[in-house]
Nanobody
Framework: QVQLVESGGGLVEAGGSLRLSCEAS????????MGWYRQTPGEERELVAK???????RYADSVKGRFTISRDNYQNKVSLQMNNLQPEDTGVYYC?????????WGRGTQVTVSS
């Protein structure tokens, strides 16, 4: 059974930092594309960052230079370091994986940035 479990969300002031983590199970993690999406009420879920393999990463323009995605293939974890957070970064952040070309999602973790 595939499972993605996020942790690390919370409330932070503008300019602060948070680190999200996602632990995966039930997939061949090393060969699976992993990433993070976020969603705010009334909006579609949008890509924040994803890592196709160790060298191929993609970021939303709005987070470039502030967020960094990384993965640990031994612990089956993907992380998102978020620095200089801004109120517009507020939302529910979802861990995403793409095992065998199908999308799987975690339940999400709330990130709230106060101004």
């Amino acid at each position: 059974q595939v499972q993605l479990v996020e942790s690390g969300g919370g409330l932070v002031e503008a300019g602060g930092s948070l680190r999200l983590s996602c632990e995966a199970s039930g997939i061949r993690f090393r060969i699976t594309a992993m990433g993070w999406y976020r969603q705010t009420p009334g909006e579609e879920r949008e890509l924040v960052a994803k890592m196709i393999n160790g060298a191929n990463t993609r970021y939303a323009d709005s987070v470039k230079g502030r967020f960094t995605i990384s993965r640990d293939n031994y612990q089956n974890k993907v992380s998102l370091q978020m620095n200089n957070l801004q109120p517009e970064d507020t939302g529910v952040y979802y861990c995403w994986g793409n095992p065998a070309q199908r999308d799987v999602w975690g339940r999400g973790t709330q990130v709230t940035v106060s101004s």
